[in-house]
């Protein structure tokens, strides 16, 4: 079981790599038992080699995507303390010491490197990603009540349990949502750390699509949401097919009627019947799922004893 287990998932990183790699090691020459994992996604250029040679352990994760990559990281490696950096050079491998410190000696599960608060408005060249940074942490800490400052970083230390009770279920860069989601959800301890950013060097790019991951980033906070709240979701639901028919129903169905007596607008009753009858069944649905959760959590806290149990048993 290795003291620290510093992750870097890539993806045709070839001119930063080697440097990210060399950092690192300089940079935890005072961890004993650190190991740098460099789990390659099918590159195209020399990633591979230059990793291996700067001092990396290199593994692969042929299924395309950062989610299937940390699913495979999470699985394949144990570690008391997990640093996961991306290896496009533009987070400072400075702070590592004391992410690792913070998981190690007070226990925190998961140590989010913070850019917002930092030099990201500055650093970053793309407005777009400046504006879905601030509106998906804004959504999340409103509808999660947490205040985790940077939801979309890709610089978090992590503790044992956290790693092995978390299930991976994105494919591409949500991933991190999830996470930031699943701590504040499963009541994990979550810090923030404050870390400089600086913008990828000329001639790397981006494989972020502004758009397209975003739209996956939004979906998955509302898929979260209808997860963790399934009450509030469907109970928000239900009231809005509630008033909507209500409205309609008094509007064209109660006034008529009141004024000659006679129900002409059959077809409107018939339809605000059936969207009362939805409501109905969102409300219930709601309640049913939350009975649901309840339970997940439960399991969720005897899952998180397995792990504890099963790391004093690697420490040994």
Do not use: C, W
Request: proline share 3%; no cysteine.
């Amino acid at each position: 079981m290795d003291k620290l287990a510093v992750l870097i998932p890539a993806y045709n990183e070839a001119q930063t790599i080697e440097k990210v790699v060399k950092d690192v090691l300089n940079v935890t020459q005072s961890i004993n038992g650190t190991v740098i994992y460099v789990y390659d996604n099918n590159s195209k250029d020399s990633t591979v080699e230059l990793a291996g040679n700067a001092g990396a352990v290199v593994r692969h994760e042929y299924a395309q995507g950062k989610g299937a990559v940390i699913r495979r990281m999470f699985r394949e490696v144990d570690a008391e303390v997990y640093v996961m950096i991306d290896a496009d050079d533009t987070y400072p491998v400075e702070a590592i010491p004391a992410m690792y410190d913070k998981v190690r000696s007070h226990g925190v599960d998961m140590v989010v490197g913070d850019r917002l608060s930092s030099t990201y408005f500055e650093e970053n060249k793309r407005p777009f990603h400046n504006v879905g940074n601030s509106v998906v942490r804004g959504l999340i800490n409103s509808l999660f009540k947490t205040d985790i400052k940077d939801i979309l970083t890709g610089y978090r230390a992590f503790s044992f349990e956290f790693v092995k009770t978390f299930p991976v279920l994105s494919r591409g860069f949500e991933i991190e949502t999830e996470m930031s989601i699943h701590a504040t959800e499963k009541r994990m301890l979550v810090e923030n750390q404050v870390i400089s950013y600086r913008d990828r060097p000329e001639g790397s790019e981006s494989k972020l699509d502004t758009y397209g991951d975003g739209m996956r980033v939004l979906k998955t906070v509302l898929n979260l949401y209808r997860n963790y709240h399934p009450f509030a979701f469907f109970g928000a639901i239900s009231t809005v097919f509630i008033l909507f028919s209500l409205v309609v129903f008094f509007i064209r169905v109660v006034q008529p009627y009141a004024e000659t007596g006679l129900v002409d607008n059959m077809p409107t009753l018939i339809v605000t019947m059936i969207l009362l009858l939805i409501a109905v069944i969102s409300f219930f649905s709601g309640m049913i799922l939350n009975s649901v959760q309840a339970k997940d959590k439960r399991d969720f806290e005897l899952a998180l004893i397995e792990a504890s149990n099963r790391k004093k048993e690697l420490s040994n």
